[in-house]
């Protein structure tokens, strides 16, 4: 009986993800930053502060950040009676999605560029070189009617079977460059091998 009863904790331990840590690979990398793993890290920039941090999603490695600027909340009405719509002076986001293959990935990265595409008038695009990461970069010029973010950047990149995607969505308020920042963001990412 006492065999059964360690077995079942045993199987209940294991079930529950308490098995062995994954191994730090990046000792190198400061606590305070945030990771993905072993295979991202990022400080939070200047002038935002952390509002979300998902180190995993879901099992298929989704991993998720986000950052807000401003001191206080807004809000708007929102559709439905009774809904509000909280929003911040800025935020942004990065989403990392692990993929089966680097085919994977660019399939997820085309899918979220269309996604843009629908919420926002896109600019030009263009090519942006940061921390050794190409990224297709565009402005976001202009949002959808009722969308409390009325510009903004975003940029998109391919990196060893990785989907990655960086948005800054900016309300009238912000008065910083878009893309200037979202660019020093992404030059401050590191990169696991």
């Known amino acids: ?8 904790l045993l199987l209940t331990l294991l079930l529950a993800g308490c098995g062995e840590p994954e191994a730090d690979l990046h000792p190198e990398w400061p606590e305070a930053w945030l990771r993905f793993g072993n295979l991202m890290a990022m400080e939070t920039p200047a002038d935002f ?17 986000m950052f807000n600027c401003g001191d206080e909340p807004k809000t708007l009405p929102g559709e439905q009676e009774g809904e509000e719509i909280v929003y911040y002076d800025a935020q942004l986001f990065l989403v990392l999605k692990e993929c089966g293959s680097e085919a994977e990935a660019r399939a997820n990265v085309r899918d979220w560029e269309a996604r843009e595409g629908q919420n926002y008038t896109m600019g030009d695009r263009r090519e942006l070189d940061a921390a050794g990461q190409s990224f ?7 949002g959808r009617e009722g969308n409390p973010y009325t510009h903004g950047a975003a940029a998109f990149a391919v990196r060893d079977g990785l989907a990655i995607s960086a948005e800054l969505l900016c309300s009238e308020d912000f008065a910083g460059d878009p893309q200037a920042i979202l660019e020093q963001f992404l030059n401050g990412i590191h990169y696991g091998e």
């Open 49 to 65: 502060t952390l509002g979300e941090y998902n180190d995993v999603l879901s099992p298929e490695g989704i991993w998720y950040v």
């Open 1 to 8: 009986m006492k065999r059964i009863w360690i077995g079942l």
């Open 136 to 142: 297709a970069s565009y402005p976001l010029l202009s």
